[in-house]
């Protein structure tokens, strides 16, 4: 099979962005926020965790805890218990802490701004500072999670599971305004019609354009 170009899969890539801009015109960050700091515990707390899981936390917790300060100060085993449900409790627990901690003596209470500084916090990649710039500070943003990374490969336009890679490849070939969006769009897209274990090709407003899209099933004459 002939080799695509890079100019051609950009081409494809604003074909795509469209069709899903159309499809999903309210595309949206699922976690319930209202500030960068309950954004950032939030994309913490959705690690092997559902969206719809962390938003049932999230309230109580933000009401015990409604700044990095308080967590900073808080008992451990309180922090814990309050994010019990998420899973994986202890590891996120420590990584809330140390982040807050971090902010606290380095930023003044304040989450920054910065793809650097933001990875420099405790349990914070580029993922979920992507999540935090594109969402509460409008600096565009690839988030590479495993939506991101199975679609775009079933689409064609990147190759491999490495995330820093893809959102790399994908940086080539979408402009900058349309990073943030893109990323809510296939979220959205695999959630809904592109499921892992039962995508709806039929269904899908990408059918023509990816080369993954599985055949009608025919009847038997």
Same mark, same amino acid.
């Given at each position: 099979? $002939? #080799? ?5 899969? @950009?081409?494809? !890539? /604003? ?7 159309? &499809?999903? =015109? ?25 969206? $719809? #899981? ?5 309230? @109580?917790?933000? !009401? /015990? ?7 900073? &100060?808080? =008992? ?146």
């Amino acid at each position: 099979m $002939k #080799r695509e170009s890079t100019a051609r899969k @950009a081409e494809r !890539a /604003a074909e795509i962005n469209g069709w899903l801009a159309r &499809e999903y =015109p309210d595309a949206a960050c699922a976690l319930v926020h209202n500030d960068a700091y309950q954004l950032l515990v939030a994309t913490i707390l959705s690690a092997q965790c559902t969206d $719809k #899981r962390v938003n049932l936390v999230t309230p @109580a917790f933000f !009401a /015990a805890y409604p700044d990095a300060r308080a967590l900073a &100060e808080a =008992p451990s085993e309180d922090v814990v218990e309050a994010i019990h449900s998420t899973g994986f409790y202890n590891h996120k627990a420590k990584s809330l802490q140390g982040m807050a901690r971090q902010v606290v003596d380095q930023h003044g209470g304040q989450i920054p701004d910065t793809m650097e500084a933001l990875t420099r916090l405790p349990g914070v990649g580029r993922k979920t500072a992507n999540v935090v710039l594109g969402n509460v500070f409008g600096i565009p943003g690839l988030t590479v999670d495993t939506h991101m990374i199975r679609l775009n490969n079933l689409l064609g336009l990147v190759q491999g599971k490495d995330a820093v890679k893809i959102e790399r490849t994908l940086m080539t070939l979408l402009p900058p305004e349309e990073w943030t969006m893109y990323s809510h769009r296939i979220i959205e897209h695999g959630r809904t019609v592109c499921i892992a274990r039962r995508p709806r090709c039929p269904d899908c407003v990408l059918n023509e354009l990816c080369p993954s899209a599985l055949e009608p099933v025919k009847s038997a004459s």
